[in-house]
């Protein structure tokens, strides 16, 4: 036997090992099957070319755990290692590349997916690893290496039959969770799940049926518990797959949701950088936040992280599906992942991807399209809002609803109501509400003037939404349905006259103002038409959108009065004939107090002892 120190350059570093990274203790798993799926792949290759001659089998890969010896055993049947090969390979390259990376991300800890430390990482969890190991290559011995976990090494020709390596943790006494079943067959579950070379951990039962009918029975057999697909839908060509290939690996991908995928991408290509998957549109509806966290980032089908923010821009986690790009640094700081050109180029890629895609499935069936709107508008105008380039792609094929539930593109909704409401700053006057229901009235006021509303009920991406298109398209103007009477709305230079004279419309609008309670109202006389409403609430776009912004960014909602305009028709009967000759002082603020609360009534407004007092008062005139 012979014994040896590895060369070491600074002191020992596996107490750092052992310290590093102490919540990912769990990784020296991915690391080492990783390394025998590398030596595998490196035999396929070999026998490829012709230069590892006969049949190599099949190469799967097993997982054991001894508990009575207490250790936990990778077995590969790849390219091995002779001697001189483990030598070279784990007593220096491997070891120098640990220490390499150990000495530049010590201090951080949020490397991605710390790739990097490899071999060594095996003793964050065993005391003492073990490597038993036979060359592909005729002629040379077996050989058994130890390393205890200090510089020091032992190793020695052994007898073994097969090729490949054995790698024996004996796993450390604070690490002994690695040598239960389940917390082993999780951990394969979660990095190892879409390897390219079987995986086997154990067996399973299996039942299979025999013969027909009445005389059918069921037997019960050991088969190898492989945990994983080596052939996952986003490594074939999208021409082999069908329709229901793409939902089946969705299931893979979330065992445990019930939702289909709305559509989805495959992602394919290898110039100027590798990149493959696929990402599926899930069922948003109305939710931003509930789905985040489940693009799945692989580097050639080693699962790396399911964090993927740094590595596409921040609308697009919103997706789910697979990423594998073996061109996303892994072993840097998260922070200087954004800056890295690749990463940039990638992520600009599947934008432009996602993007292209919607117009696609517009293009080809619009009817279907909008019928997966509410699903899809949350995303698309989320993309927007974020990213120029998208929103010159999406603008196409964003879509507003009307009432009648029709949809357009924006700019052929615009085209649609330009003739009818244009004001007289050439603006296209969109109007809008955000509660068909509550705002019924003033829905139905616009409806009788031949104006066409729409709905954006999803305030916290329909505001900045609107405000985007107005700032660039510049020709148009959203107002809410309630912010104004129905003919100022759009504002236009002809309005009705007045039929009071100065002098009466002072006496109206102090009759009023004494009966308005709420010291946020503001009293208006306006020239409306006889049809409308005697008094009419409205609250003005402007500020309702400051408060609404105030509200967003978290300052509360006393910073901007909450006010609100009560526009009395100085044109309908009841105030420019009833009110207005009414003798009787009480009778008159009666009256008025009256046309004021049915506005407050149409709003929602009207509360507590106020609404008591009026259902009073309405009893008693019946
Ligand atoms: P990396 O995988 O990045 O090369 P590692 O530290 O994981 O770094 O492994 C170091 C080297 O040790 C590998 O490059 C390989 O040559 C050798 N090695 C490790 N595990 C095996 C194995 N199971 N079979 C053959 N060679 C191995
Ligand atoms: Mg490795």
């Known amino acids: 036997m012979q014994k040896g120190n590895i060369a070491v350059q600074t002191e020992n570093i596996f107490p750092i090992i052992k310290r590093f990274l102490y919540s990912d203790h769990e990784i020296f798993l991915r690391e080492l099957v990783s390394n025998a799926v590398d030596a595998s792949n490196k035999l396929k290759a070999l026998s490829r070319r012709g230069e590892a001659k006969g049949e190599i089998g099949d190469l799967k890969i097993e997982i054991l755990i001894d508990k009575d010896a207490k250790t936990l055993t990778i077995r590969d049947q790849g390219i091995g290692m002779t001697e001189e090969e483990v030598k070279k390979y784990l007593n220096q390259v491997a070891f120098s590349s640990a220490q390499e990376f150990l000495e530049k991300y010590k201090d951080e800890t949020n490397i991605i997916g710390n790739f990097g430390l ?48 054995d790698v024996i943790l004996h796993i450390a006494e604070d690490s002994l ?33 025999e013969g027909e009918g009445e005389e059918q029975t069921e037997r019960t057999i050991q088969v190898d518990n492989i945990i994983n697909n080596p052939e996952p839908a986003w490594r074939k060509q999208p021409a082999d797959l069908t329709d229901e290939d793409y939902r089946n690996f969705y299931r893979e991908l979330y065992p445990q949701s019930y939702d289909a995928p709305l559509f989805w991408i495959h992602l394919n290509i290898d110039y100027p950088f590798n990149l493959t998957g696929v990402l599926y549109f899930p069922k948003l509806g109305n939710s931003l936040e509930l789905q985040r966290n489940k693009i799945q980032l692989y580097s050639n089908q080693v699962f790396v992280t399911d964090s993927v923010k740094e590595i596409v821009p921040e609308f697009l986690t919103l997706l789910h599906g697979v990423i594998d790009s073996p061109d996303i640094p892994l072993n840097v700081s998260r922070s200087y992942l954004q800056a890295d050109s690749n990463v940039k180029r990638i992520s600009g890629f599947i934008t432009k991807k996602v993007a292209d895609k919607l117009a696609e499935l517009f293009n080809k069936d619009r009817a279907d399209f909008e019928s997966k709107w509410s699903d899809l508008g949350i995303f698309v105008k989320y993309g927007m809002l974020s990213d120029d380039k998208f929103y010159e792609k999406a603008i196409k094929y964003a879509l507003v609803k009307n009432l009648a539930g029709e949809f357009y593109p924006i700019e052929e909704y615009v085209e649609k109501v330009k003739p009818t409401q244009t004001d007289k700053h050439d603006k296209v006057v969109l109007i809008y509400t955000t509660q068909p229901e509550a705002q019924h009235t003033q829905i139905e006021a616009c409806k009788a003037y031949g104006y ?106 006393d910073g901007f009065p909450d006010s609100f305009q009560v526009i009395v028709n100085g044109n309908h009967e009841l105030v420019a004939k009833k009110i207005l000759h009414e003798s009787d002082e009480a009778q008159r603020s009666n009256l008025a107090k009256y046309l004021y609360q049915l506005a407050l009534l149409n709003q929602g407004m009207l509360k507590g002892a106020e609404l008591a007092e009026f259902t009073k008062r309405s009893l008693e005139n019946l």
């Open 118 to 165: 490899g071999f060594y990482s095996a003793f964050m969890v065993a005391s003492s690893v073990e490597v038993q190991t036979k060359s592909w290559q005729e002629g040379n011995a077996a050989v058994r290496w130890t390393c205890e976990g200090n510089p020091e090494y032992t190793l020695e020709n052994i007898e073994k039959d097969s090729r490949g390596t």
């Open 177 to 209: 969770e690695f040598l239960e079943n389940e917390r082993i067959e999780g951990l394969l579950e979660k990095y190892c799940k879409f390897l390219p070379v079987a995986i086997q951990f154990g067996t399973k039962d299996e039942t299979i049926f």
């Open 452 to 557: 066409e509303v729409v709905v954006m009920d999803q305030p916290m991406i329909d505001s900045p939404f609107m405000q985007q298109l107005e700032y660039k398209l510049g020709n148009l103007v959203f107002v809410r349905v309630d912010s104004d009477t129905v003919n100022n709305l759009i504002q236009k230079d002809e309005k009705p006259e007045l039929v009071l004279n100065e002098e009466e419309k002072t006496k109206v609008k102090d009759v009023f103002t004494s009966v308005v309670s709420d010291p946020a109202g503001r009293v208006e006389v306006q020239p409306l038409s006889p049809q409308e409403a005697p008094v009419i609430i409205t609250r003005p776009e402007f500020m309702r959108r400051m408060k609404e912004m105030q509200a967003m960014q978290g300052m509360g909602m």
